[in-house]
């Protein structure tokens, strides 16, 4: 079975800075595509980062520089380093495969992120 766990989510103050774990089974994920969701109250879910089997990444342009995606292959976890946070950043925060993002499938609960003084 096929499953992310998102971890990591908390209050932080803007300017801050918070890592996002997502533990994975049921694929590996250095052979796939795989990235980072997030879902403000009232919004669409929108994708953040993704990292493909090769390494090469991508970023919504709103995030980029201040945004890491990547993996540890070793425990088939990725993480989200996300510094200067600002309040905008407010969110639900997903791990998927891009392939099962765009078919609706295996999301998990997502881990909730606030970014307030």
């Known amino acids: 079975q096929v499953q992310f766990v998102e971890s990591g989510g908390g209050l932080v103050q803007p300017g801050g800075s918070l890592r996002l774990s997502c533990a994975s089974s049921?694929?590996?994920?250095?052979?796939?595509?795989v990235g980072w969701y997030r879902q403000a109250p009232g919004k669409q879910r929108d994708l953040v980062a993704w990292?493909?089997?090769?390494?090469?990444?991508y970023y919504a342009d709103s995030l980029k520089g201040r945004f890491t995606i990547s993996r540890d292959n070793a425990k088939n976890t990725m993480y989200l380093q996300m510094n200067s946070l600002k309040p905008e950043d407010t969110a639900v925060y997903y791990c998927?495969?891009?392939?099962?993002?765009?078919?609706?499938?295996?999301w998990g609960q997502g881990t909730q992120v606030t970014v307030s003084s």
């Open positions: 998927n495969a891009i392939v099962f993002g765009i078919k609706g499938a295996y």
């Open positions: 049921g694929i590996i994920l250095s052979t796939n595509t």
């Open positions: 990292i493909n089997s090769g390494g090469s990444t």
